[in-house]
Each structure stands twice: as C-alpha cells, then as structure tokens.
C-alpha cells in the first residue's frame, strides 16, 4: 500500500494561486474518479475540500478546484487567503486494495 | 449534523491490547462505510481500516493486518476498533471517518476530532 506522492511543502503569497500535485499509478489515480482532498489546520481534525476529483462540498469556496491527467491529480487554490495555510492531504481509491490510500500531505504557507 | 465521537484512548504498554470506540449520530448509520485513520503528531495521514455498511466487507492497512479488527454495530451506531498486540509504533491519534458511500471507499465527509493511543512501557 505505497502512498501517493505529495511534495513537503508549498507556498504562495495571499491573492496569488498554487497548485498541489499528487502522483499516483494507474490502479489509483489513473483508473478511478475517486481522488479527494482535505485540509488540516494544526489541532484540527481533516476536513473534505474537493471530491471525485473536481466537486467541491457545500460550504468549500470556489477558490478550491481539483483536477486530473493520467496518474497525478491536482489541487488548486486561488486567490490565496491566510487561512488557507494549512497541511492538505490527497487520497484515491485503490484497484490493487479495494480500499484506498493517502497521500503523505503537503503543508502550504501563505507568505 | 453529523457527530462522531471517538473514546477508549489512552497509555498502554507494548503487546497490550486497547478497544476504540466512535459514537456516531446525526445520520443513518448504517446506511454508510467507516473508517479509522491515523495520524502520529506531526505526520501525515494513514488509513487504518475500513468497514461497509454492514460490517460484512472490510479492509485493514498492511501495518495493522492481523493485529487490529475493525467491527460496528448499527444497532447502537457504533463503530470500533480492536487493537491487539500494540507496538510503540501504533502511538497516533486515532480519527473516525464517515464515508460517503455505502460498499467501500468513496471520499471521507466527516471526521471525529479523534482520541489519542500512547503505546509505551
């Protein structure tokens, strides 16, 4: 069950756009449409920003958007905002698993 | 609003055993897949283990295959893990997830705030 792969870390000063990739292989990213992600603020519990790749869930600002090509999914944030600094983690279902798994997290930081 | 509760955390000694428990309410129980992920402070996110709406299908991580049992009982709206032969490795907050769907693995909506396992001697 490898993880997928995030970069550590990202930035970004406020207004601006960042985009956070996440690798996975072709029994993962690239066969399903169940890649979501979360964000994390320290102390707090994980929270669901974009789902089946691009959906986003009521209440989630439209600054967040996902998207996919081949193995690697994507998270973009738009017009950063310092609350958006925070620690997010993408996930897919797996073929090999029938479960899924998570990416190691990335932290991003609003300069 | 979806509530999840998680208890049962606590010290416990290498090779003990510990049972989590996550109360849930707010929902249809059993109308909906859960799971348990962890997090050691200040790392990422693991999935620990799964279990569909009926408890029938589930799925457990590598790291706890065969030492952790993941159970529900949806006529309590319950859900609870089993840890067996603890190892100071399995020192985590413990979080309870509410999936979407109803079989498996869709996308995680709700989370508990998480109860913490210290397993040291």
């Known amino acids: 069950q490898s993880a997928l792969t995030q970069p550590p870390s990202a930035s970004g000063s406020p207004g601006q756009s960042v985009t956070i990739p996440c690798t996975g292989t072709?029994?993962?990213?690239?066969?399903?449409?169940?890649v979501s992600w979360y964000q994390q603020h320290p102390g707090k519990a994980p929270k669901l920003v974009v789902y089946?790749?691009?959906k986003r869930p009521s209440g989630v600002p439209d600054r967040f958007s996902g998207s996919k090509s081949g193995n690697t999914a994507s998270l973009t944030v738009s017009g950063l905002q310092p609350e958006d600094e925070a620690d997010y983690y993408c996930s897919s279902f797996s073929g090999i698993t029938n479960w899924g798994v998570f990416g190691g997290g990335t932290k991003l930081t609003v300069l | 609003e979806v509530r999840l509760v998680e208890s049962g955390g606590g010290v416990v000694a290498p090779g003990r055993s510990l049972r989590l428990s996550c109360a849930a309410s707010g929902f249809t129980f059993d109308d909906y897949a859960m799971h348990w992920v962890r997090q050691v402070p200040g790392k990422g996110l693991e999935w620990v283990s799964g279990a569909n709406w009926n408890g029938g299908s589930t799925g457990y991580a590598d790291s706890v295959r065969g030492r952790f049992t993941i159970s529900r009982d949806n006529t309590k709206n319950f859900l609870y893990l089993e840890m067996n032969s603890l190892r100071a490795d399995d020192t985590a907050l413990y979080f309870c997830?509410?999936?979407?769907?109803?079989?498996?693995?869709?996308?995680?909506?709700?989370w508990g705030q998480g109860t913490l396992v210290t397993v040291s001697s």
């Open positions: 089946e790749v691009n």
């Open positions: 072709g029994r993962d990213i690239g066969a399903f449409i169940y």
């Open positions: 997830a509410k999936d979407s769907g109803s079989s498996g693995w869709y996308h995680f909506d709700s």
